[in-house]
């Protein structure tokens, strides 16, 4: 249980910070209530999460030499990717997840009415969230580790990440949001990708 709690806390916590999702949070904080945003931001990917963690304990039923080819294969394969990503990534480039983040939020707000309603901040957060998140790595992630690990760990700790960096983002992501290294979170995020590959691959061939 604690490793699966860890493994779901280090995989998001490292992997979403940075990513799209938290840039919409920054985004949107600066515009509308901090709480509001918050609420609709960590709602969103408690429910991603949940629903990742459900899809897992489905794909553990499968027999599991299949299941733990695919956790070892989609861990290294997210790890080369990202680390191929960061390596072509000029070291001074513009924050690209930055930039959709904006774009995504500027064009969502245009179809809604200027003054918005706490619940309407709350649901435009939420959607935002939940649409950028789906089908994102740390969803295919949180689907690995949930096939392999107890449920309650990686859902509990997955859950505590996406909290931490939403809470980063809301408070302090308008300071911190134009120092964040694109090129330094994809490289941390591809090394930590292959560490639990490696971690993978020694408990199932028990090396």
């Given at each position: 249980?604690l490793?699966a709690?860890?493994?779901?806390?280090?995989?998001?916590?490292?992997s979403e910070?940075?990513d799209?999702t938290f840039?919409?949070a920054v985004?949107?904080?600066?515009r509308?209530?901090?709480?509001?945003?918050?609420?609709?931001?960590?709602a969103?990917l408690?429910?991603?999460?949940?629903?990742?963690?459900?899809?897992g304990?489905?794909a553990?039923?499968?027999?599991?030499?299949?299941?733990?080819f695919?956790?070892?294969?989609l861990f290294?394969?997210?790890?080369?990717?990202l680390?191929?990503?960061a390596?072509?990534?000029p070291a001074?480039?513009?924050?690209?997840?930055a930039?959709e983040?904006?774009?995504t939020v500027?064009?969502?707000?245009?179809?809604?009415?200027?003054?918005?309603?706490?619940?309407?901040?709350v649901?435009?957060?939420f959607m935002?969230?939940?649409?950028a998140e789906?089908?994102?790595?740390?969803?295919i992630?949180?689907?690995?580790?949930a096939?392999?690990?107890?449920?309650?760990?990686?859902?509990?700790?997955?859950?505590?990440?996406?909290s931490?960096?939403?809470?980063?983002?809301?408070l302090?992501?308008?300071m911190?949001?134009g120092r964040?290294?694109?090129r330094?979170?994809?490289?941390?995020?591809?090394c930590l990708?292959?560490?639990f590959g490696?971690?993978a691959?020694?408990?199932?061939y028990?090396l």
């Amino acid at each position: 249980m604690l490793a699966a709690f860890t493994a779901g806390l280090l995989l998001i916590t490292i992997s979403e910070l940075g990513d799209k999702t938290f840039f919409i949070a920054v985004i949107l904080a600066m515009r509308h209530s901090r709480r509001l945003v918050f609420t609709g931001v960590v709602a969103a990917l408690a429910v991603m999460t949940i629903l990742s963690v459900l899809v897992g304990q489905v794909a553990s039923l499968l027999p599991q030499n299949y299941v733990k080819f695919a956790e070892i294969a989609l861990f290294l394969g997210f790890g080369i990717k990202l680390l191929y990503d960061a390596a072509q990534m000029p070291a001074e480039a513009d924050c690209s997840e930055a930039e959709e983040a904006l774009s995504t939020v500027k064009e969502a707000e245009l179809k809604m009415p200027k003054h918005k309603s706490q619940w309407a901040i709350v649901m435009e957060a939420f959607m935002l969230t939940f649409v950028a998140e789906w089908g994102d790595r740390t969803q295919i992630a949180t689907i690995a580790m949930a096939a392999s690990y107890p449920a309650v760990g990686v859902t509990a700790g997955a859950i505590l990440g996406h909290s931490i960096c939403a809470a980063i983002a809301v408070l302090g992501g308008r300071m911190i949001a134009g120092r964040i290294s694109e090129r330094i979170i994809t490289g941390i995020g591809g090394c930590l990708f292959l560490v639990f590959g490696a971690m993978a691959i020694l408990e199932t061939y028990k090396l």
